[in-house]
């Protein structure tokens, strides 16, 4: 079992939640809690076999909210010490005496347990900031240089992100809570040109981010690198001199590389509640699936069963607490094709009358606020039947198999979409026969998850995510996984993007 690494721990981190919360007890607060953030990033990207950078970076500091007379107050201070800590929570009650005047909807915070003395990790084998620069390089270089010795790659770009994030956060309630979390993002692309047309292609791994340590990226351990390194410059090759695709409706198999993107934009996002209220809009829009249509609003098919899950083992945004100091929980979004559910934080969840939040508030460190943020949000296999990708493709007798995620396109709504992705095949009778180019898949998000026909089975369930999920102003970032198994979509529309493109 991992912990905490001692250097946080010895912060002095029980005096540090005293000085902020006797501020705020002395001012009568209905609500206060402080937290001590620090977030340790590295990234290194290799190109071509070479070293381009490596960054190393750490951001550390004491945030302390105060909820007075319905008005939130946040200041934040670089130094976890007591003095900073108790000058942030003067600063915080500073600014909720000043906005209360012009705060015309009062908070309500919905109620929690406390946990004294809790602490959580997340499970990982090898922590990557244990394992030296070199070697990290070396592995990067390594995969760089299996690629670029294939026929038909010209040049290949290599990066890994990793991020190490601790926290402890303490409230009036009696909560005091120490957690530790390890991700890591392994990612090789290979460009192969053709000098004589003008042009190139270009293919990246599958490998998801990961709430996982190095043991992801150094060995075939978790993911079989040797196996898709090997395999992708031929695949690279069959794609830059494969025919144009056919634009029309078609018939999808979609894989969990591609799909993991399309419940994110189109569910995960779209049940957040603060953009279903439409408090969140600025940055990314709103949803359609708003409060009043909870219980009604056909999503999609009644194979569709949609969990959000913030214990999913290795999920990004799987925790011990939230940044409101409640337990991690999963509840279902989407039951047998019918919305059911809402993302909550603890102030939300009061606004919308449930009781208890489900554990959704986080912040990307000590100098921003927390903010309701994505779960896990996971697509459920059939429980029943475990169909395989193949058993899927065997029941389409013309269409196309996607893999891999590329670009994608949501509206303010969450509701109008295209995806693209790394790899599309053509299905005939049943059987894959070929790549195909340009092609993209657009929909609308209910007649999307409307069209779905069938799941795959456990067997093809798969978690992926990403690493930097943009919300709120000013920005911040979360890490969110999405597990999905395989799926078959009958006549999703597919565009042609070359001859969109007017070329």
Not at 13 to 33: E, F, K, N, Y
Not at 111 to 123: F, G, I, L, M, Q
Request: proline share 5%; glycine share 8%; with cysteine.
């Amino acid at each position: 079992m991992n912990v905490v690494d001692p250097d946080f721990l010895a912060l002095p981190l029980p005096r540090i939640a005293d000085a902020a919360l006797s501020v705020a007890r002395a001012v009568g607060a209905q609500h206060a809690d402080v937290r001590v953030h620090r977030v340790r990033t590295e990234s290194l990207t290799v190109r071509d076999g070479a070293v381009q950078s490596v960054v190393d970076a750490s951001d550390l500091g004491v945030a302390v909210r105060v909820l007075l007379d319905g008005t939130w107050g946040f200041a934040s201070h670089p130094d976890p010490d007591p003095d900073g800590a108790a000058h942030a929570a003067t600063r915080a009650v500073a600014v909720a005496r000043a906005l209360r005047p012009i705060n015309r909807d009062p908070v309500e915070w919905a109620p929690e347990p406390v946990y004294p003395e809790a602490t959580w990790c997340s499970d990982y084998r090898v922590d990557p900031f244990t394992v030296s620069t070199e070697e990290k390089v070396a592995v990067l270089t390594d995969y760089s240089r299996r690629l670029l010795d294939a026929d038909g790659v010209h040049h290949v770009a290599a990066r890994c992100d990793l991020v190490k994030e601790q926290s402890f956060y303490a409230d009036l309630a009696g909560s005091s809570i120490t957690q530790q979390r390890v991700r890591v993002h392994p990612q090789l692309e290979a460009t192969t040109v053709d000098r004589r047309a003008g042009t190139f292609e270009s293919m990246r791994t599958l490998a998801a981010p990961t709430g996982r340590g190095w043991e992801y990226v150094a060995s075939d351990a978790v993911w079989d690198w040797s196996g898709e390194l090997a395999a992708l410059p031929q695949l690279l090759v069959e794609k830059a001199h494969a025919p144009t695709v056919t634009a029309g409706p078609t018939d999808l198999v979609i894989d969990p590389t591609n799909l993991w993107l399309t419940i994110h934009e189109s569910v995960g996002h779209a049940t957040e509640y603060d953009r279903a209220i439409g408090y969140e809009a600025a940055y990314a829009g709103t949803s359609f699936a708003t409060p009043d249509r909870l219980g009604s609003l056909r999503y999609g098919s009644a194979a569709m069963q949609v969990r959000a899950d913030r214990t999913e083992p290795h999920g990004l945004a799987t925790v011990g607490f939230d940044d409101d100091g409640v337990a991690a929980q999963s509840w279902d979004l989407v039951r047998d094709g019918l919305l059911v559910g809402f993302q909550l934080d603890r102030a939300f969840a009061a606004k919308a009358g449930v009781g208890r939040s489900n554990g959704c508030a986080y912040a990307d460190s000590a100098h921003h606020v927390p903010l309701q943020r994505m779960a896990n949000v996971s697509l459920q296999p059939d429980p029943q039947v475990d169909r395989s990708t193949a058993d899927l493709i065997g029941g389409v007798e013309d269409g196309l198999y996607v893999v891999g995620d590329r670009s994608w396109s949501i509206d303010m709504q969450r509701y109008n979409f295209q995806f693209t992705g790394q790899r599309f095949y053509r299905i005939r009778g049943g059987r894959l026969a070929g790549q195909v180019r340009d092609a993209a898949y657009q929909s609308s998000t209910t007649d999307f998850w409307g069209a779905l026909e069938a799941v795959g089975g456990r067997s093809t369930w798969q978690l992926g995510g990403a690493m930097n999920c943009g919300k709120a102003q000013p920005g911040q970032i979360a890490p969110v996984g999405h597990g999905c198994p395989s799926v078959l979509l009958r006549q999703i529309n597919v565009l042609n993007t070359r001859q969109e493109g007017g070329r």
